[in-house]
Nanobody
Framework: QVQLVESGGGLVQVGDSLRLSCAVS????????MGWFRQAPGKEREFVAA????????EYANSVKGRFTISRDNAKNTLYLQMNSLKCEDTAVYYC???????????????????WGQGTQVTVSS
């Protein structure tokens, strides 16, 4: 069983930065395709960013491209999301997710991720 725990959310102002972390249990973390998703009130969960096994490739939603960076530290079993130039529309609960298997292509579909964290709230205020 893969367990994921997010941290790093909070209340910030427009233009600020935050770094989210996701600690993942298990000794095969480096092999997992990983992703970040978010869900705003009244909206469906949406893709933010994904990274393949061994950090080979990344993919971003158009809305965050150039502002957010996904990365992983396999020695620490941790996934990160660096968020810069935050906007009000970035306000949401952010979730990390694991595919639980090797991934050679970044995956943006929610249905491809069987393992999820509990989420961390990010609120961007003007």
């Amino acid at each position: 069983q893969v367990q994921l725990v997010e941290s790093g959310g909070g209340l910030v102002q427009v233009g600020d930065s935050l770094r989210l972390s996701c600690a993942v249990s298990g000794d095969t973390f480096s092999e997992y395709g990983m992703g970040w998703f978010r869900q705003a009130p009244g909206k469906e969960r949406e893709f933010v960013a994904a990274i393949t096994s061994f950090s080979a490739y990344t993919e971003y939603a158009n809305s965050v491209k150039g502002r957010f960076t996904i990365s992983r530290d396999n020695a620490k079993n941790t996934l990160y999301l660096q968020m810069n130039s935050l906007k009000c529309e970035d306000t949401a609960v952010y979730y990390c997710a694991a595919q639980g298997q090797k991934s050679y292509t970044p995956v943006s579909e929610v249905s491809h991720y069987p393992y999820w964290g509990q989420g961390t709230q990010v609120t961007v205020s003007s």
